[in-house]
């Protein structure tokens, strides 16, 4: 029996009831205070605890909540990752960042992260796709949330599958292990080293684009113009979005790239403004 405990109390209730394992959700997880008092509550036990990612992909965060559980002696700890907010992906109830839980396990040798693709998808379709990708990304588990009248279920009744539905989903997932330590052909150390070499190139890149926009910058303070100029950026996103779509790049990877050039170069030109008025900084 696992239950998800949200305060001390309900820790405390689960370790008099003798549950098995408890788990700390996602709402939880983003407020340090709750997830200590939970973890003094555990102090002395030996119950696995299992913690869902924050709501937003904040990864220290995840991290942290972990790791106040490691702090107090519990040791049979493993993460959840249910995906992340994002009120611009449709496709998901909640966005699965599939670069997260990988960089956890990257960061946190040995630890185990099991994925919930019940609250990534939010429906009955999609469940069994993202439960083999999880399994393709090496992630250790399934947390699949079924119900034997999924229509009249108390809670997340979308997302609910019938156990005969969920044999179906277990049957057709491929749980084999990608090899970490199967040596990667000469085809793919090429590929790899091209990877690379064009990494090296979009870096430069970067860098001479952010060398124009100090420029840019520089002009605007001794012009006075704001650094903000709404109808330039309305264009640029207009424009760089269709160019990438042209070369076979979404439409959401090109507002997400350009979002992210964009606050960057917004901050630059904020901090030579600082430099120039003393006021300011």
């Known amino acids: 029996i696992t239950v998800e405990v949200g305060n001390a109390a309900h820790a405390e209730i689960a ?5 098995d394992v408890v788990w700390v959700g996602a709402r939880t997880t983003v407020n340090p205070f709750a997830v200590q008092e939970i973890a003094d509550a555990l102090k002395g036990s030996d119950i696995p605890v299992m913690v869902k990612n924050p709501m937003n992909p904040d990864l220290d965060l995840w ?5 106040r559980f490691h702090a107090v002696g519990l040791t049979k700890i493993a993460a959840i990752h249910r995906g992340f907010s994002d009120a ?10 599939w670069s997260m839980p990988m960089h ?14 019940s609250h990534i998808v939010g429906k009955r379709d999609g469940i069994l796709e ?21 229509d009249n279920a108390w809670s997340d009744a979308k997302q609910q599958v019938t156990p005969a539905r969920l044999k179906e989903i277990l049957d057709a997932i491929d749980f ?29 890149i970067l860098q001479e684009r952010f060398a124009v926009i100090e420029q840019i910058g ?28 042209a070369k076979n790049l979404s439409q959401k990877f ?18 030579q403004l600082r430099e120039a008025d003393p006021v300011k900084k």
């Open 176 to 204: 084999k292990k990608p090899l970490e330590s199967e040596q990667p052909s000469e085809r793919l150390n090429d590929l790899r080293r091209a990877v690379d070499h064009l990494d090296d190139q979009l870096l430069d």
């Open 104 to 117: 956890l396990k990257r960061v946190w040798t040995g630890m185990e992260v099991i994925n919930d693709p």
């Open 254 to 271: 090109m507002k997400e790239l350009l979002y992210c050039i964009h606050e960057e170069s917004v901050k630059r030109q904020e901090k």
């Open 130 to 150: 993202v439960s083999q990708k999880a399994m393709n990304f090496g992630l250790d588990g399934l947390m699949i949330e079924t119900h034997h009248d999924p």
């Open 88 to 97: 611009y992906d449709k496709r998901f109830r909640n966005k699965p960042n």
């Open 15 to 19: 370790l008099r009831n003798n549950v």
């Open 218 to 245: 520089a002009h605007k303070r001794e012009h006075h113009l704001s650094v903000f100029q709404s109808d330039r950026w309305k264009d640029v996103m207009e424009s760089r979005t269709q160019k990438g779509i």
């Open 63 to 67: 991290i942290g909540a972990l790791e």
